[in-house]
């Protein structure tokens, strides 16, 4: 079975995690709460990768999020 790596980023200036794979080409999401972005990647790869003609059928997806925050005292 496929298995595809996603990866989140919080962008601070934006305020919004952002979705973007190196193995889904086209991914590229955003939204305001980690659990809405896993969502919108749920139901955008399996789009994308038909677009991309890759192969149909069942895959995984691995979620890595990461979240940098600048702390001044």
Same mark, same amino acid.
């Given at each position: 079975?496929?298995?595809?790596?996603?990866?989140?980023?919080?962008?601070?200036?934006?305020?919004?995690?952002? =979705?973007?794979?190196?193995? *889904?080409?086209?991914? #590229?999401? /955003?939204?305001? +709460? !980690?659990? =809405?972005?896993?969502?919108? *990647?749920?139901?955008? #790869?399996? /789009?994308?990768? +038909? !677009?991309?003609?890759?192969?149909?059928?069942?895959?995984?997806?691995?979620?890595?999020?990461?979240?940098?925050?600048?702390?001044?005292?």
């Amino acid at each position: 079975m496929p298995e595809y790596k996603v990866s989140f980023f919080w962008d601070n200036e934006a305020a919004v995690w952002i =979705a973007t794979s190196d193995e *889904v080409p086209g991914l #590229v999401l /955003e939204a305001g +709460s !980690l659990d =809405a972005l896993m969502e919108r *990647v749920r139901h955008a #790869v399996p /789009e994308l990768l +038909s !677009l991309n003609r890759t192969e149909q059928g069942d895959f995984a997806l691995h979620f890595y999020s990461e979240r940098h925050e600048h702390i001044a005292l």
